[in-house]
C-alpha cells in the first residue's frame, strides 16, 4: 500500500508566485487555459516583494532619447556581451507595454511632472529609465499581478512546495508537490509546466536571499533532463548591510547611488574613479563637480556619477578596497546619501531604506553614511529556453524570471530582472496556454513514480540519529562563501566540489524530527539536495570559465578571454552524472551589432 | 554575548499545545527572529514559523512578542531589558496551525471578494492615465501594505468578537481605499465595504493603526473617509454623486 496523495487536473502548472509566475498564469489563463499557481510560501510574499529600486523600461518618459535600441545595447553591454541577443531585444521592446500594462490594472508609479510615470536613474543605463515607486516597486508590482490574478480565476495552492516533475511520453506530465500545513502530498497533472522559482542565493552565508531560494527550479529542471547554462554567473550586489551581524547581507538598494549616493573608504576617498573600466571610459563624470550638477538635475549636459558602473564592476571595487586594508570600521566601504540630499528629500524617495537601517541598525541615513559591502543576490545563470516562447529543450516545460537564463548574460543590470519577469513571464504563460491547448491530453503518469518519489521524501524520516539539515546547509554555505563568492580560482573551486561531495553524503544521512504538520527541519532535508545541485552546478560552470568576465572573477585569470565572450558551459544529467560542456552561441545579427558597435 | 530565554507557543491552541522555554546565545543587534532561528538551528528543527525578507518587507514574520503583535524581524531584543525572558506566541485572533504558525486564509478570501480596479479609459495614446503626484500620494500610503495581518489581530471586533465572517478587517478596508481614492478607478466598493464588509462594526478605537509596521495612518486616512463616503451615500445621495464627480474628499 503507497502513501495517499491528491490529484489535481489543469491545463497549465505555474510554479512559483513572484512576478514572472503571476504574469505568466494571468497571460495563460487569459488564453484560455485552466491554469493553477503553487507557492511555497504566502501568496504576495516571493522575492520580487523585496526589489526596491524600480522597473527598466524605455518609455523616454524622463529622457526622451531613450528607445528600445538604447536599453537593449547597454542590457548587451551590462552582460559584457554575453548575453542571448534576442532575449535582450525582445525584453528592450516590450518592457514599455508591460509596465502600462501594469498601469492599466492599478499600479500607482511615481509621476512626473505632467502626469506621466516617472524615471529614475540606475547603474548601467544609458538614460533615466526605472519606472518606480519610491523604493518599493516590487511590492506594488507584486500586489497589482495579484489581485489581477486572483480576480482572473487563477487557482491558488500557496505553501505548497513542488519537488517533483513527472514525465510521460517525453514530455512534462506535471508537478508533485507536498502542502506545508499538513504535509500531505498532491500530483497535479498539466500539460505544460512553467517553473518561476526565482534564484539560488541560499547556497551563500551572505545573502540578500530569502530560505525559499534553494535552486527548486533550477534542480527540478535539471533532474528533469533540461539544460542549465551560464550558472557560473552570480550576482554579487556591491551593496548590502554588514553590519549588525544579525543583519549581514540584507540588500541595501542601488537607488541609493541612483539618487545621488556616493562611495568612500576609510580614507574619505571616492574609489570608485581608480576602477573605471576600459569599456565605459567617457561615460561618467569625472569630477565631483560634474556628478553634482547631474544629480541636481541637469543630465543633458553632464555625465552620471562614477558609482553608476555596473554592480560586478563597483562590487569587485568594494572587495579591493577592502583587501588593501581601507574598509569601514566592521568590514565595508561607506556609503553616503546624506551628503547630497537633505533628509525631507531622503526619507521620500528612500523611505523603507530609512527605516531599515534606523530599525535594524541604529544608523540615520539622513545623517550618517552607511556601511556597505557585497551580498549575493541575484542568478544570471539558470534554465535554457527559447527566446521566443521561454520553453526548455524539455517538451511542455517552460521557465521565466530568475529561473530562466540568457537575458543577462554575465552581469544584471538593475531593473532589468523586474521588467525580465513580465516581459518573459507573459510569453511563457500565453506560449504555454497554446501548447497545452493543443495538446489533447495529459500523459499518464505512473503511480510506481509516484509512490517512489513520496518515499524519497518521507525518507529523513525514517532516519532515526539522523544529521541535523540545518548544519549542513551552514557548512555547505560556508563552502560557497569561501570558494564560489565573489572572487575564484582553480584550487578553490576544486575544493568546493571536493567539500560538495562529502556534503552530498552528509545529505543522504540528514534527519528530520516530528511530525509532518509545518515542519521546517525536514523542508530543509529535502531543499538541502537542490541547493546542493545548484552549488555543483556553479562550481563546474566556473572552473570551466578560464577568463573573467561580469559577475564571474578569476584571479588565476583575471582577464576577459573574447573567444569565451559568446561560449556557454552547459549542464546537464547524465544518469546520476552531472556534465558540461562548452557550447558556442549564434553571433549578433548585423543590425543589432550596429547597434551595439556605433552606439544607437 | 549574554544568553538570554525565550517562551515559544508549541503545538496547536485548539487541540493541545503550550509555552516551551529555550535558551540561546544573543549577539549585539539581534531581531526576534534571529532567535527563533537559533532554537530552530539549534534546539528544535521543526519549530514552525513563518518568514521570508527579514528585512520588514513581505509581511511574513507576524507574532506576538510579550503578547504584543509585532513583526519578529523588525523586533530588537535591545528594546527589552537584558535578561527579560520573552514570550511569543502566534497571533491570537486566528486559528492556530502549528507553533508561530496561523491560519490566515480568510484573509486572502476577503481580497477575493473584494470588487477589482476597473479603469477609465487611457488618457494617453500610449495607455497611461495622466495622474499626477499630489493625486496618486493618497492611495500610495495604502499600497505600502505588506500583508502582516497585525491590525487584524489586534482589532477587537476580530480578536474579542471573532466576528470574521461579517467583518474583513482594517486590512482590507485599506485596499478598498486603495482602488476607493485611486485617480483611474470608476469602480465602487461602498456597498460592498458596508454590506459584506462591515464597516458599521468599525468604533475607531484606532489600535490597528498604532500596531502597523508600515505606519499607515488606516483609521484616519481610510476607515474614516471610506465611512463618510458609506454614510453619505445612504443618508445624502447628492453629495456622494457631487464627490463621485468632483473626485474630491
Ligand atoms: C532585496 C532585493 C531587491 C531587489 N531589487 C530589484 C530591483 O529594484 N529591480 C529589479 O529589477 N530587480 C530587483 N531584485 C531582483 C528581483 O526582485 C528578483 O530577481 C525577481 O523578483 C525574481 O522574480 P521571480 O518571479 O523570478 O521569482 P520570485 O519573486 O523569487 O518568486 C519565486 C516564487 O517561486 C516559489 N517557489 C520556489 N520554489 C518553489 C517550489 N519548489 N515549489 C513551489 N513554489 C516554489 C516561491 O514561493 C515564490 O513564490 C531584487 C531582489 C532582492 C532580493
Ligand atoms: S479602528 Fe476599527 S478597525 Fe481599527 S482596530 Fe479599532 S475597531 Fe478595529
Ligand atoms: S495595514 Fe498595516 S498592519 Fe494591516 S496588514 Fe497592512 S501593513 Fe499590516
Ligand atoms: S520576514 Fe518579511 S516582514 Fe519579517
Redesign the interface.
Known sequence: MGIDFQRHTFDVIVVGAGGAGLRAAIEASAQGAKTAIICK???????T??AEGGAAAALGNVRPEDNWRVHFRDTMRGGKMHGNWRMAQIHAQEA??RI??L????A????TK?????QRPFGGHTYTRLAH??D?TG??II?VLQ??G??SGIS?F?EFTVFHLPLADGRVAGALAYDR?RGRFHLFGARAVILATGGIGKAWQITSN???YTGDGHALAYRAGAELIDMEFVQFHPTGMV?????RG??VTEGVRGEGGVLRNSEGKRFMYDYLPDMFRGEFAETDEEADRWVAGDQKNNRRPIELLTRDVVARAITSEIKAGRGSKHGGVYLSIAEKRGPEYIKKKLP?MY??FK???GVDITREAMEVGPTTHYVMGGVKVDPETQETNVPGLYAAGETAAGLHGANRLGGNSLSDLLVFGRRAGGAAAEAALAVKSGGEIPDGDVQSMIQQALAPFEREGGE????VQ?DLQRAMQENAGIVRDEAGLRAALADIEKLRARAAGVG????R??????H?CLDLQNLLIVSEATCRGALLRTESRGGHTRTDFPESDPKQARVEYVIRRRGEEMTVEARPQPDLPPDLDKIIKEGA | MAKRTFRLFRGNRETGGDLKEYTVECDEGMVVLDAVHRVQAEHAPDLACRWNCKAGKCGSCSAEVNGKPRLMCMTRLSDYPPGMTLTITPMRAFKSLRDLVTDVSKNYENNRRLPHFQPRRPDFPDGEFRMFQYEVERPQEFRKCIECFLCQDVCHVLRTHEKHEEFIGPAFFVRAAVYEMHPADEGDRLAHVKEEGGIGYCNITKCCTEVCPEHIHITDNAIIPLKERVADRHYDPLRWLLRKLTGRG
Open positions: 510560501s504566502l501568496l504576495g510574499k516571493a522575492h516583494v523585496m514599455p507595454d502600462r500594462e498601469e492599466q490594472w492599478g500607482l508609479f511615481d509621476r505632467d502626469g506621466k510615470i516617472s515607486v519610491g518599493r511590492l506594488e500586489r489581485d489581477k486572483v480576480h491558488v500557496m500545513e530569502s530560505w525559499e553590519w549588525p551581524p544579525s543583519v540584507i540588500l523603507s527605516h531599515q530599525e535594524l541598525a541535523n539539515p540545518y548544519a551552514a528530520a524530527w516530528g511530525h504538520e509545518f515542519n521546517p527541519g525536514w530543509t
